[in-house]
């Protein structure tokens, strides 16, 4: 697994842009819509900086922040002294996906944002996180999208670069933060899934007419509002969400059949 912590600095800028912020109240809005209106406990694994961590914790939820650099912890840490109310909702552990301690509950969610595409595959991954799920629990995937390798460069001008890409097949590509990242499909994450006899909810894509802008994107707030609202509505359809940077792939573990 390639050490993320080395661009830690340049994600951490990156989330904070309106191209980052756009990334992230996507998938926040389908998190919200597929959780609990009450409190549950959700596992953030390759948690980062924190965003989705303080995002759902912000939402009332128990989250415990996993990953493996104690650098993007301290990050986390420090975002959450500034948030008093929020620190007793969050546990703050250095675990990466193929470290992480189980669960003897296990958890009502589990979200793996930007991971899956810094490993060699995804299958054992998904094999981890799926035994942190409780029943009736949710899984939550945020990949890059194989089949958009290409569609970034294109639309940026760098038509060498995205016709290397596309007539190869190729199934990974450097990624924003200038390293070289892997892709996968939805049907790819929805049949690992299922074979772990969890079922798959509909996918989602993400940031399929913004990628190619850079992040001094700075849109004025009803343009940003008009560019969240466009990339919701076609995040569900094909052939526009076939095309986003980022797959949003989410499934559920069945409840136990009353007896």
């Avoid at 892997?182 to 049907?187: L, M, S």
């Avoid at 690992?192 to 399929?208: D, E, F, K, M, N």
Wanted: proline share 5%; glycine share 10%; with cysteine.
């Amino acid at each position: 697994m390639t050490d993320f912590s080395a661009v830690g600095a340049a994600y951490a800028e990156h989330s904070d842009s309106a191209r980052g912020r756009l990334r992230h109240d996507l998938v926040e809005r389908r998190l919200r819509a597929e959780l609990p209106t009450s409190p549950v406990r959700i596992l953030d694994v390759g948690c980062g900086t924190g965003e989705m961590t303080i995002r759902l914790a912000a939402a009332g939820h128990q989250v415990t922040a996993a990953d493996p650099d104690p650098r993007m912890l301290a990050v986390t840490a420090d975002r959450l002294t500034a948030l008093p109310g929020l620190r007793d909702r969050v546990e703050l552990v250095e675990a990466g996906v193929d470290s992480l301690p189980s669960g003897r509950e296990g958890f009502d969610a589990v979200c793996c944002h930007g991971v899956l595409r810094y490993l060699d595959e995804p299958g054992e991954a998904l094999a981890r996180l799926t035994e942190q799920l409780a029943p009736g629990g949710l899984l939550s995937i945020l990949a890059k999208n194989r089949r958009a390798i290409g569609v970034r460069e294109a639309l940026a001008g760098d038509y060498e670069s995205a016709h290397r890409l596309i007539a190869s097949e190729a199934d990974r590509s450097p990624g924003n933060l200038g390293l070289e990242t892997r892709g996968d499909t939805a049907e790819t994450l929805d049949e690992l899934a299922a074979g772990h006899g969890l079922t798959p909810l509909p996918w989602q894509g993400v940031r399929i007419f913004h990628d190619h802008l850079d992040d001094t994107w700075a849109p004025g707030r009803a343009a940003y509002e008009a560019a969240l609202e466009l990339e919701w509505a076609a995040s569900w359809r094909s052939p526009h969400r076939d095309i986003g940077h980022l797959v949003h792939a989410l499934a559920r573990r069945p409840k136990r059949s009353r007896s």
